[in-house]
């Protein structure tokens, strides 16, 4: 269920981020100072951090993480030194 909302949030926010309907004016001006697209496109960018965060705190795939692990410990020597000869 969580991955079906993720992927939904992804195509919604896909879908907004067409913005065809602020390119045409500057008015209303958001703050009295900063045009409307552009104040859109901040908030744009602050939704597809949150949903990126999210994306990565409930998708991210733990065998990813578990790989690297496994790589970094063969690599490894008894001594602390990988086989590089760099240390730790």
Same mark, same amino acid.
């Given at each position: 269920m969580k991955k079906t909302l993720l992927v939904l949030a +992804?195509?919604?926010?896909?879908?907004?981020?067409? $913005? @065809? /309907? @602020? /390119? *045409? =004016? !500057? *008015?209303?001006? !958001?703050? &009295?100072f900063v045009p409307a697209g552009l104040f859109y496109h901040a908030c744009f960018s602050l939704a597809s !951090?949150? @949903?990126? !965060?999210?994306? +990565? #705190?409930w998708a991210w795939p733990a065998r990813l993480e578990a790989e690297v692990e496994e790589a970094a410990e063969r690599r490894a020597a008894p001594d602390? #030194? $990988? #086989?590089? &000869?760099? =240390?730790r």
């Open positions: +992804v195509v919604v926010l896909y879908a907004l981020h067409q $913005d @065809l /309907w @602020l /390119w *045409r =004016t !500057a *008015r209303p001006l !958001a703050f &009295g !951090a949150a @949903l990126m !965060a999210a994306l +990565v #705190r602390g #030194r $990988d #086989r590089s &000869g760099d =240390t």
